[in-house]
């Protein structure tokens, strides 16, 4: 049989997940889409939540101090400003196109607050797990304002923003890191633009769709089901992406991740590879050795 080795690279949409409400940190509504019963984990990514309201109700408690032991937390803002505070003296303020990648590692006890009374807020908080090796690694930061992530202007009308990773056009993001590779990008279309981007074979890949409808596959492909707004779609394994634009044209995240294939033991805050490990990470918390 002949095979079209170009087509088998590419990555298609394997499954689509629409997020659950939820309620975490003071009463801040959101929307869990990984980290759910729907989908428990997609390695090396634990977590997902979106929150987009212009209610404060829904969001003026934020989240109120609070620990994290063996993974990573990437913070990205559409609309709003958010306050962190740690317990080792960093203190910032993330504001749409910025990005906070937190490694929590061995323990950082810290607080996010919206840093507004009104408005919307917008934004996701992605949680990416480390490796057996790194769980216990000193916590640590990479903090980058909007004008230290890059913007990729294409002459289609495209436009990227890198948090992480390198387009097929050579734009590099800021985040270093070796545990999963990540690839985070913003990624906006006009009406009826092709986008591709290679993705290393074997990563783990999502699309959120914030806005509109996208396609994926090639044009002039026999069409499959629309992405639509707010679904997360799970990329099949390859080493291409394309995706076309729908008429409305589309903005969404792309995200990838070296899967780590550990044991994972999830305790609130806490994700550890054993619960004895999770057991000690509570028992260093209520002693007060965060
Ligand atoms: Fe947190």
Do not use: C
């Not at 080792?88 to 196109?97: A, M, Q």
């Amino acid at each position: 049989m002949k095979t079209d080795n170009q087509t088998l690279n590419e990555r298609q949409l394997r499954h689509v997940i629409q997020g659950m409400s939820a309620s975490d940190g003071d009463g801040v509504r959101l929307t869990r889409i990984i980290g759910s019963p729907q989908l428990d984990m997609f390695d090396p990514f634990l977590l997902l939540d979106t929150f987009e309201s212009d209610n404060p109700d829904d969001y003026i408690g934020g989240f109120p101090t609070h620990p994290h032991r063996g993974f990573e937390t990437v913070t990205y803002l559409l609309n709003g400003r958010m306050r962190h505070r740690d317990s080792t003296g960093n203190e910032g303020v993330i504001e749409p196109g910025g990005v906070q990648w937190m490694t929590a590692g061995k323990g950082i006890l810290h607080s996010e607050m919206p840093e507004q009374e009104d408005g919307l807020l917008k934004g996701f908080q992605l949680w990416v797990n480390l490796p057996a090796a790194a769980k216990m690694t000193e916590p640590g930061y990479q903090e980058f304002p909007p004008a230290s992530t890059p913007l990729e202007q294409r002459d289609d009308g495209s436009l990227l923003r890198v948090i992480s990773g390198t387009t097929d056009q050579g734009t590099t993001g800021p985040i270093r890191n070796d545990y999963t590779q990540p690839v985070y990008m913003d990624v906006q279309l006009p009406a009826g633009v092709e986008f591709n981007q290679a993705l290393p074979a074997g990563h783990n890949a999502f699309i959120y769709l914030v806005d509109g409808q996208l396609t994926v596959g090639r044009s002039g492909q026999p069409a499959t089901k629309p992405l639509l707004a707010t679904q997360l779609g799970l990329l099949s394994d390859g080493e291409g992406l394309h995706v076309v634009a729908a008429e409305q044209g589309t903005r969404f995240l792309l995200v990838a991740g070296k899967p780590l294939r550990e044991p994972v033991a999830r305790g609130g805050p806490f994700v550890m590879n054993t619960r004895e490990e999770v057991m000690q990470a509570f028992q260093d918390f209520n002693n007060g050795n965060f």
